[in-house]
């Protein structure tokens, strides 16, 4: 089926959706939850504004990200960076994981906080449209797939990022899959990249591309289950602060009632 604007809908597209939803999901809610950790350090109201404007944030770079997709498919060298940027923010997750380091917040006032908060959200505005990216092979005429991805985790932010941050705190090992995957989708860029740059270098087969990906998926899933843990009272608070910031634009609306 074809779009307007020269865009193709193909029935093997809905598997590169469905693997971009499941991505998007745990890195919305890997999102949220480092910007809960990122306000912890201010009073109780001034959190829930200061993470209203990182998730107000978070919606406006993955837009802005958006328009940019198209520029990236067509320079192998931005593709190459992109490449790079995803294989060492994973390496950088991993390393802080073996350290046990923890985020610390940036910045000790209400503004200089959201200010290291839209920084955040800037880079993953980027992982996003990246990820997205790979599941087209540089074909333009699929560039819906991209843009698909990215509003879903605008969805997944805006909706569920709450739900998604009490599933990392129950399984924690997720968050391991999920930067797993985003290393194995920078791998996937760079040959991208590669064959952007000169044809001579082969695009990854996609039987490779996906027996991997759902490697990492189906294991990840039953190491995260063996592994389960319940939540502690702070990490269960971080999910309550994301969803309190999520319901604080509706507060003003809700009628006062008086008790009988």
Do not use: C
């Not at 837009?63 to 960076?81: P, S």
């Not at 990820?131 to 843009?147: M, P, Q, Y």
């Amino acid at each position: 089926m074809e779009l307007p604007f020269h865009q193709i809908v193909e029935t093997k597209d809905l598997a590169s959706v469905v693997a971009l939803v499941v991505l998007e999901g745990l890195l919305s809610g890997d999102n949220a939850l480092v910007l809960a950790i990122m306000v912890r350090h201010l009073p109780r109201e001034e959190q829930k504004k200061a993470l209203l404007f990182g998730l107000g944030g978070a919606f406006f770079f993955r837009l802005l990200a958006i328009l940019f997709a198209t520029i990236i498919l067509k320079q192998w060298w931005l593709q190459a960076i992109g490449a790079a940027y995803l294989i060492l923010i994973s390496i950088k997750h991993f390393v802080g994981a073996a350290s046990d380091k923890e985020v610390k917040p940036v910045g000790k006032g209400f503004w200089p906080t959201v200010v290291a908060v839209e920084l955040t959200d800037i880079a993953f505005a980027v992982d996003s449209v990246l990820a997205g990216i790979t599941f087209i092979n540089n074909d333009a005429k699929k560039i819906w797939v991209v843009l698909f991805g990215a509003v879903i985790g605008i969805v997944l932010l805006r909706f569920a990022a709450g739900a998604f941050v009490r599933i990392l705190d129950r399984y924690p090992v997720l968050d391991h899959v999920a930067y797993a995957l985003v290393a194995w989708v920078g791998v996937k860029l760079a040959f991208l990249a590669g064959n952007s740059y000169s044809a001579s270098i082969p695009h990854m087969h996609q039987a490779v591309f996906w027996g991997v990906l759902l490697t990492i998926a189906i294991g990840g899933t039953l190491l995260a289950r063996k592994y389960a843990e319940e939540p502690t009272k702070e990490e269960s608070d971080s999910a309550n602060l994301v969803e309190d910031a999520q319901d604080l634009e509706y507060d003003d609306d809700q009628p006062t009632r008086d008790t009988v």
